[in-house]
């Protein structure tokens, strides 16, 4: 071996410079993709074959944009949309559900909305069996402390819509027949109005159907039920309150009827406090499930005065509100006749007793002095008429 050949195999071919590799058989500075020998552009990839990647004249690699990124290069790809005879068949079968008409089931009547508000379209328009109080075909309570006189008041308002020629069965669960007499001292009632009393010698086990019997056998179009204790539920516990109400209201719709029950209202509600549908003795599904609500306030100036308010009504604009209240005078007819006559209209505000300073002071003192005899906190709530919460707070703030 020469000494020239013995240079040229220790001599390495490319020398790391600050600059790049010097190729020492080529005398000069070249790059990585330089140094690499050019690929033969195989004839399968020429032609477009499965697994090419385009290549630049100089070795380097080209991008395809052509190709989607997730494409495989093994095999042929699955087409991602479906044929258009899949789609049209997807279509067409959507259309037919969308299309498809309502079903009734055993509890529910179905329909469309359009359906719904073409029918109500149809009704015929609201009638008022009594201004402001009684609408045909709702369920309405009328609520009001004890002794005002909501019975005399609701039989006023019963014989006025009798008087129109409407079939109307009075339920009551107040009055006996000598309470009556005091009451009404000449017969004249409409020959459309009948009265109901549960016979004494009969215990009935479910009063609401028997109740439904009589409106039924009788034709009754209007029931006022005097008072809703007589029902026979506990009104203070939310299920069984909203079990009668929808029972109440399951009649009214199979029937065609229209519903008036009396009620009481907490003793809090002692006249110092606005009437609302809060004041309702019961559980909060009774204001929730009747279509009106109607009070009965009494005036702190006149005791023969009373306010009527309507806390809820649910088919039309409310006439009676708080600054705009119904008065009316508990006076007799020119017959003898117990009952109430319009007078005009007034602010629920200028109604309510006004605690004043000295008459706070005497309730404490009452409390006080009831609480030292020994009678518990709901005792002197009910002998006082007052709420026992107060009670509480007037017994905390003597201790504090």
């Known amino acids: 071996m020469s000494t020239q050949e013995s240079k040229d195999k220790e001599q390495p071919r490319y020398i790391e410079t600050i600059n790049g590799k010097y190729d020492t058989a080529e005398k000069r500075i070249v790059h990585d993709m330089d140094a690499v020998p050019s690929q033969p552009v195989n004839a399968e990839e020429n032609a477009g074959g499965q697994g090419s990647q385009p290549t630049s004249t100089d070795g380097k690699k080209e991008c395809n944009i052509s190709q989607p990124l997730s494409q495989e290069k093994t095999g042929s790809e699955p087409s991602v949309l479906a044929p258009n005879d899949d789609i049209d068949d997807i279509m067409a079968s959507f259309r037919q559900l969308q299309e498809k008409s309502a079903v009734n089931t055993k509890s529910f009547r179905v329909a ?3 359906e719904y508000l073409e029918k109500a379209r149809q009704l015929p328009p609201l009638v ?4 402001n109080i009684v609408l045909e075909g709702d369920l309405c309570i009328i609520f009001e402390q004890s002794g005002i006189g909501k019975t005399i008041f609701a039989m006023q308002v019963a014989r006025e819509i009798a008087a129109k020629g409407k079939r109307v069965l009075y339920l009551d669960f107040e009055m006996s027949e000598r309470q009556l007499a005091l009451r009404y001292n000449t017969p004249n009632f409409p020959p459309t109005f009948f009265r109901a009393e549960l016979k004494t010698d009969n215990i009935v086990d479910n009063v609401l159907v028997e109740i439904e019997r009589a409106a039924v056998e009788n034709h009754a179009e209007v029931l006022f039920i005097d008072n809703i204790t007589a029902l026979g539920q506990s009104l203070d516990k939310g299920m069984e309150a909203g079990t009668l109400m929808s029972s109440l209201n399951t009649l009214k719709k199979e029937h065609g009827w229209t519903l008036v029950v009396l009620n009481h209202v907490p003793k809090r509600y002692s006249g110092a406090i606005p009437l609302s549908l809060e004041a309702i003795q019961g ?6 499930l009747v279509d009106d609500a109607i009070g ?6 006149d005791h023969s005065v009373v306010y009527v308010k309507q806390c809820k009504w649910r088919n039309g604009e409310m006439e009676l509100y708080a600054d705009h209240v119904a008065l009316y005078e508990r006076t007799k007819d020119e017959l003898d006749n117990l009952g109430f006559s319009f007078l005009d209209y007034g602010s629920e505000h200028d109604l309510l007793a006004v605690e004043t ?8 003192a009452n409390v006080i002095s009831l609480h030292e005899q020994g009678c518990t906190q709901q005792q002197i709530a009910d002998r006082l008429q007052i709420s026992q919460s107060k009670v509480s707070r007037i017994l905390k703030s003597r201790m504090s």
């Open 112 to 114: 469309s909305m359009n």
């Open 128 to 131: 008022v069996l009594y201004p």
């Open 283 to 288: 559980s909060a599904k009774l204001n929730q």
């Open 296 to 301: 009965l306030g009494v005036s702190s100036k």
């Open 357 to 364: 300073g000295n008459s706070q002071s005497d309730l404490k």
